[in-house]
C-alpha cells in the first residue's frame, strides 16, 4: 500500500487523498508526505493508522517526512500506532492543543472508557459535548457490533480553534457496509449500501421493521442528521464509494440520504472496511433535543412510508 | 411496583447496550411476568443514545405488545432522553 498526505486533506477537498491511495499489496505500507507542510483532518490520519495495523511492521516506511509535517503526526501518536520512530520528542501539549490522539476501541468496556476521557480531553461545555458522545458512541458502536473487524475502530480527533470545531474520524478494516447491509436488504452497490444504511429504520441484522432487539437501524441516520441540522460535513467511504453530505440551508430532513445536498463517487480504490469523518461546530451547535424532535417526524414518516409500500393492493376484476 | 435505577450501570452517560440488555433480562421482563409495574429511574442520567434506548424497551414492546408502555414509567428522565424514548416508542408501534 502507498499512502501519500498531501498539502490539505479534510472533508471537503478529501477526493483527490482517497483518489490517489494505492491499497494493493496490504503486507507493506509507504506514507510520503508533501514536503512543505501537510494539514489533514483526523479521518485521514485514522485511515493511515487502520491500514498500518494490516500492514506487517517491518514493512512500514515512512519517507521524506519533514519536520513541520511530522510534528503534528508524532503528536497525534502516528508513529506510536505504526511502530515507527519518528525521532521528535514531544514534552508538552501546545495551549490549544485540544485533541484526542490515534486510540483502538475494540470492545464496549474501551468504548466506555474512551467516552469518558474523551470530553475533558476537548475541553467541551456539556451543550457540546451533547452530540460529539453520541457521535463517537454510536459510530464505533457501529464498529464493535457489525465491522466484524480483527483491529476494532480507529479513532481521533482534533479541535479547530479558527473555526471552532470539532473533527472526528473513526475507521475499522472490517467487512464493509455493502456486505453487512446485504444480510438484510440487496444493494449491489456499496453506494446503495451507503444510502440503505443512512435511510432510519434500515440494519443488516433484519428486514424487519423496528430491527432486532438490539439493533434499529438508526445510528447513522441520526449522525447524518446531527452533521446536517448544524450546517456541517460529513462523509462515508467503503467499498469503492464515497458519500459526503455538504453543507446545506435548509433543515428539511429526507429519510433517502441521497435527497441532501451531498456528492458521490463510486470509482475510488476499493477499500475493505469503513471510514466516517465528521466535522461538527461548535459556533452552530443547534440544542440537541430540538435536533431529536426533527429526528422523530421524519423517522416515523419513514417508517408509515416503508409500512404502506408493502401494502397489497385490492384487485378490482 | 419496582424501581429500577440506571444510574448505578448506566454512569451519566447511558449508551452501552450490554446493560441495556442486561436490565431488560434479568430485571425488567421477570418483573413484568409476574405482573408488576415498572419505573425506570433516570436520576443523574444526562444523556442517552438511541441504540441504548432501543435496546432497553423495543423488545418489551415487541414481546408484551404496545399496551406494555401502560406498565413501565420513566421517571425523572431530562427532555433529550424524553425525546429519545419517544423516538423509540414511536417506531416500535408504527412497524
Redesign the interface.
Known amino acids: 500500500m502507498k499512502i501519500f498526505l498531501p498539502n490539505s486533506a479534510f472533508i471537503g477537498n478529501i477526493d483527490p487523498f482517497l483518489r490517489a491511495l494505492d491499497l494493493s499489496n496490504s503486507d507493506t505500507l509507504e506514507i510520503t508526505t508533501n514536503k512543505s507542510w501537510i494539514s489533514i483532518h483526523p479521518v485521514v490520519l485514522s485511515l493511515v493508522a487502520a491500514l498500518g495495523l494490516k500492514a506487517n511492521p517491518k514493512e512500514i516506511k515512512c519517507d521524506s517526512l519533514e519536520a513541520k509535517s511530522i510534528h503534528y503526526l508524532e503528536r497525534m501518536g502516528l508513529f506510536k500506532f505504526l511502530g515507527v520512530r519518528s525521532g521528535i520528542n514531544i514534552t508538552k501539549h501546545e495551549p490549544a492543543g485540544r485533541f484526542i490522539p490515534l486510540t483502538q476501541i475494540k470492545n464496549?468496556k474501551e468504548?466506555?472508557r474512551f467516552?469518558?476521557d474523551m470530553i475533558p480531553l476537548l475541553h467541551l461545555e456539556?451543550k457540546q459535548a451533547?452530540p460529539i458522545?453520541?457521535v463517537v458512541?454510536?459510530l464505533v458502536?457501529n464498529v464493535i457490533e457489525h465491522a466484524d473487524s480483527r483491529d476494532g475502530a480507529i479513532v481521533c480527533a482534533q479541535y479547530y480553534a479558527k473555526s471552532n470545531r470539532i473533527a472526528i474520524g473513526i475507521v475499522d478494516t472490517g467487512v464493509g457496509i455493502k456486505k453487512t447491509i446485504n444480510q438484510s436488504y440487496p444493494a449491489e452497490t456499496s453506494m446503495k449500501a451507503i444510502q440503505l444504511a443512512l435511510t432510519?429504520?434500515i440494519t443488516g441484522t433484519t428486514n424487519?421493521?423496528?430491527?432486532t432487539?438490539?439493533?434499529?437501524g438508526?445510528?447513522l441516520f441520526?449522525i447524518k442528521t446531527i452533521a446536517k441540522v448544524n450546517s456541517d460535513l460529513f462523509m462515508v467511504y467503503t467499498g469503492n464509494a464515497l458519500y459526503k453530505l455538504l453543507k446545506s440551508t435548509t433543515n428539511k430532513l429526507y429519510s433517502d440520504p441521497l435527497r441532501d445536498r451531498h456528492s458521490q463517487a463510486e470509482d475510488l480504490p476499493l477499500f475493505n472496511g469503513t471510514v466516517v469523518g465528521i466535522d461538527i461546530s461548535l459556533d452552530e451547535t443547534k440544542e440537541?433535543?430540538g435536533i431529536?424532535?426533527l429526528?422523530?417526524g421524519v423517522?416515523?414518516r419513514s417508517?408509515?412510508e416503508r409500512?404502506k409500500a408493502r401494502y397489497r393492493k385490492p384487485k378490482f376484476i | 411496583m419496582i424501581t429500577i435505577k440506571l444510574f448505578g450501570q448506566t454512569?451519566s452517560?447511558a449508551?452501552?447496550?450490554?446493560i441495556a440488555?442486561d436490565l431488560r433480562i434479568k430485571e425488567i421482563i421477570p418483573a413484568l411476568d409476574k405482573g408488576e409495574d415498572i419505573v425506570l429511574d433516570f436520576t443523574n442520567v444526562?444523556?442517552a443514545?438511541?441504540?441504548f434506548i432501543?435496546?432497553l424497551i423495543?423488545?418489551l414492546i415487541?414481546k408484551y405488545g404496545y399496551e406494555i408502555l401502560d406498565k413501565i414509567s420513566f421517571k425523572n428522565c431530562n427532555?433529550?432522553i424524553q425525546?429519545?424514548i419517544?423516538?423509540?416508542t414511536?417506531?416500535?408501534q408504527?412497524?
Do not use: C, W
Not at chain 1, 424487519?208 to 430491527?211: A, L
Not at chain 1, 432487539?213 to 434499529?216: G, P, Q
Not at chain 2, 449508551?15 to 450490554?18: P, S, Y
Open positions: 464496549s468504548l466506555s467516552i469518558e456539556p451533547e458522545r453520541y458512541s454510536e458502536r432510519p429504520g424487519r421493521e423496528g430491527g432487539e438490539l439493533n434499529a438508526a445510528g441520526f440537541f433535543s431529536l424532535s429526528i422523530r423517522y416515523a417508517v408509515k409500512k | 454512569g452517560f449508551e452501552n447496550k450490554d440488555r444526562e444523556a443514545t438511541q441504540s432501543h435496546a423495543s423488545d415487541r427532555e433529550t425525546k429519545i419517544m423516538i423509540v414511536d417506531y416500535m408504527e412497524s
